[in-house]
């Protein structure tokens, strides 16, 4: 006979686990320092030169502050090793340096950026990680649209960086934002170039696709996909499109090798996208000038040819330890203001990552940046297209957040062709945020760093965080 009793079996219900205060304020932080990183000439045309590198300066203070109170589980051997022994080169460089004011302000600032990435990587688990830079890059697409906005609607006028009034006739490389949004011109949004808000639109457009793959609500993420998507096509960058075929191409791959079964069995399509992959850049060599007509850019890149064959001359003069390095090369020196001039403007980078680095550090930073990428790409593929596993069980199903790191290497090394962004800022912030975070934590949720910052929160390791 069934007997009522006041002593349940089951636990009384408990509200559910929420996160600290603190945790809290620390992915708000998080959040900061990713926009800064994503959108620093935004900063620089708010506050000036002075402006970014003290807000530089003190977020990175506050970082190893936080590093210290936080103390995250990090396994020392498993840092970024190739990416740090690239800025130990780059900072012994000044022993050498035609321009040694310039390597220690520029080095100060490539070291600032590697103890962001490190930071991250350390006191955000993965899905925090995508989670925070969906949110950067909502407030990046966001402000840009109301930015565009403002300067049309309400201004009526282009506007010069840090707000100045100028009369008389102007560069127009100069604008902040130029009031094209209605007439059909290129719009460069908070980052003040339209470039530039084409990398980060593609970026938004990766990371809330891998959001919305990985079970977050799509409903807002789809809107804000939406909104990258027009500013992508309205910032009209030929180096990007380029790019998002690239990145659609790498994703249709990794999606391909994930569906093998048997050992060996993806041999068969690396050999075939060796091939096609031998034939495409044939194509594109041979067809540059169509294509490139195609998407409205002469067929040197619009004058990238000129500085490529200026760098070159240089490089040979010092091709092993190189002339020192600055980046960016800061338009205040004297060895390179007026040294190459495109618009009427001096050009502050190679505008290609590679030549870049064998120009100021030789042939042996070269090496050392070269490094860096393979091991990136090498983790990064495997990371993407092996299925999560720590013992005998081979099952288990992929997670679409493990293409992230793939994707955002072949934004890095497609930009790098044409740009030297990821030499700095958010480019060499992600190489080193990417790098660390699969060595230290090679399966996502799994592993002492992932487990002990989610239990540290309040969290359950077994659920999945959206």
């Known amino acids: 006979m069934a007997l009522h009793t006041r002593h349940p079996v089951g636990a009384p219900p408990q509200a559910p686990a929420r996160e600290s205060t603190g945790h809290l304020l620390l992915r708000a932080y998080s959040i900061l320092l990713l926009v800064i990183a994503l959108a620093t000439t935004f900063w620089f045309n708010l506050l000036g030169a002075a402006g970014l590198v003290a807000l530089v300066g003190a977020t990175t203070v506050a970082s190893v502050i936080v590093w210290l109170v936080v103390r995250p589980t990090i396994g020392w051997r498993r840092l970024p090793w190739l990416p740090l022994a690239y800025v130990t080169w780059a900072g012994a460089s000044v022993i050498w340096s035609q321009w040694p004011q310039a390597t220690l302000l520029t080095w100060a600032l490539l070291v600032a950026t590697t103890v962001q990435g490190i930071f991250l990587g350390s006191v955000l688990t993965w899905r925090e990680l995508v989670r925070a830079l969906a949110s950067a890059l909502k407030w990046i697409m966001g402000l840009s649209l109301l930015l565009e906005l403002f300067v049309s609607i309400v201004l009526r006028h282009p506007i010069l960086p840090n707000f100045v009034l100028w009369e008389g006739e102007v560069v127009t490389e100069l604008y902040w934002v130029r009031d094209n949004l209605f007439d059909g011109g290129r719009i460069q949004g908070i980052v003040g170039n339209a470039h530039l808000l084409a990398v980060a639109a593609l970026l938004a457009i990766i990371v809330f696709s891998v959001r919305i793959a990985s079970g977050a609500r799509r409903g807002w993420l789809i809107g804000w996909i939406v909104v990258s998507a027009f500013l992508l096509w309205r910032s009209s960058s030929a180096t990007v499109w380029l790019t998002v075929g690239a990145t659609a191409l790498v994703l249709a791959t990794a999606l391909l090798m994930r569906t093998?079964?048997?050992?060996?069995?993806?041999?068969?399509?690396?050999?075939?996208?060796?091939?096609?992959?031998?034939?495409?850049?044939?194509?594109?060599?041979?067809?540059?000038?169509?294509?490139?007509?195609?998407?409205?850019?002469?067929?040197?890149?619009?004058?990238?040819?000129?500085?490529?064959?200026?760098?070159?001359?240089?490089?040979?003069?010092?091709?092993?330890?190189?002339?020192?390095?600055?980046?960016?090369?800061?338009?205040?020196?004297?060895?390179?203001?007026?040294?190459?001039?495109?618009?009427?403007?001096?050009?502050?980078?190679?505008?290609?990552?590679?030549?870049?680095?064998?120009?100021?550090?030789?042939?042996?930073?070269?090496?050392?940046?070269?490094?860096?990428?393979?091991?990136?790409?090498?983790?990064?593929?495997?990371?993407?297209?092996?299925?999560?596993?720590?013992?005998?069980?081979?099952?288990?199903?992929?997670?679409?957040?493990?293409?992230?790191?793939?994707?955002?290497?072949?934004?890095?090394?497609?930009?790098?062709?044409?740009?030297?962004?990821?030499?700095?800022?958010?480019?060499?912030?992600?190489?080193?945020?990417?790098?660390?975070?699969?060595?230290?934590?090679?399966?996502?949720?799994?592993g002492p760093a992932e487990r002990s910052l989610a239990m540290e929160r309040g969290e359950s390791v077994d659920r999945t965080l959206r």
């Open 260 to 446: 093998t079964r048997r050992p060996g069995e993806r041999t068969k399509y690396y050999v075939a996208y060796a091939g096609i992959g031998v034939a495409l850049a044939a194509v594109l060599w041979f067809g540059r000038d169509m294509l490139l007509g195609m998407l409205g850019r002469s067929s040197d890149l619009t004058g990238r040819q000129g500085i490529w064959d200026a760098v070159i001359a240089r490089i040979a003069e010092h091709p092993v330890l190189g002339w020192g390095f600055a980046t960016p090369w800061v338009p205040w020196e004297p060895a390179f203001d007026g040294w190459i001039v495109v618009n009427d403007l001096t050009v502050f980078h190679a505008h290609n990552m590679w030549l870049d680095a064998w120009f100021q550090l030789g042939a042996i930073g070269l090496g050392l940046l070269m490094l860096a990428y393979f091991g990136y790409v090498w983790r990064a593929w495997f990371f993407a297209v092996d299925r999560p596993r720590w013992d005998l069980d081979a099952d288990r199903p992929y997670q679409a957040l493990t293409l992230l790191p793939t994707l955002i290497a072949t934004v890095l090394l497609v930009q790098g062709l044409a740009e030297s962004r990821p030499l700095m800022e958010w480019g060499w912030m992600f190489l080193v945020i990417f790098t660390h975070k699969m060595a230290q934590s090679p399966l996502v949720g799994e």
